[in-house]
């Protein structure tokens, strides 16, 4: 019988046919892959290889806050500095007068030259004044022996004029008691904190008593001495020792 040789060659048949169709398809694994695939599992179920793997589901990003431009110019700007605590105002000053010479007195002798002397009046912030004078006073000097009766102007006062350079005659009151404020009268201006400087000069007639007494300054506003029956008022004085001898 011959039964068996065709057996054989079927079984053969058999066996090469898958290489047959992967080599006409030219993706080895696909068809294989794809008949796993597309036959139902025993179950019913897909199977486990055909199933994609679970991914676990990502978080969502968490929300950017919207930054407070009041708190970042606040956290960007430098602090303020402490203000300081305001300084007082300044206390108010007045008026003041000072007289000065060579030597710090006058010296003179009877009939001899003149010695100049100078006298300055410094403002303060307190007032000022629309007319302010510069007023001399002294008391008379006692002599001595042998001294002739002193004429009724012992001494010559005299004020260099800035403008022109002259020098021109000043009163000077010989008297034991003071003048009354409202009898002064003219002056000029003096601003606050201005200060001025005048030049006087003061001689010893030939004929008038020598001795010592102290030639006293005064600074005088004229416009506040108006209408007052008051006693000598007046906003600074100063004084300079004076002394008068005998030319021999």
Known sequence: MHVRPRLLIASAVLAALPAVLTACSGHPDRPAAAARSASPSPSGSESPAATAPATPASSAPAPTP???PTAT???TSPAAP??????????????SLTAAAPGGALHLVRGGPAQEFT?????GSSQAYRHLLVAFQMEPLTGEPGDLPG???PFALERRDPATGAWRAVDLRIATDAKPAHLYAG???LALDAVRTDRYRL???ATGPTGSSPLMVYAIDADAAEGSAADFEHPGHVSLPLTTRRLV
Do not use: Y
């Open 82 to 95: 402490a203000k300081a605590p305001a300084a007082p105002p300044a206390p108010a000053t007045r008026l």
């Open 203 to 205: 001689r010893a007639t």
């Open 151 to 153: 004429p009724s102007a």
């Open 66 to 68: 919207t930054p407070d």
């Open 73 to 75: 110019a606040a956290a």
């Open 187 to 189: 002056g000029t201006a």
């Open 119 to 123: 006298v300055t009046v410094r403002n």
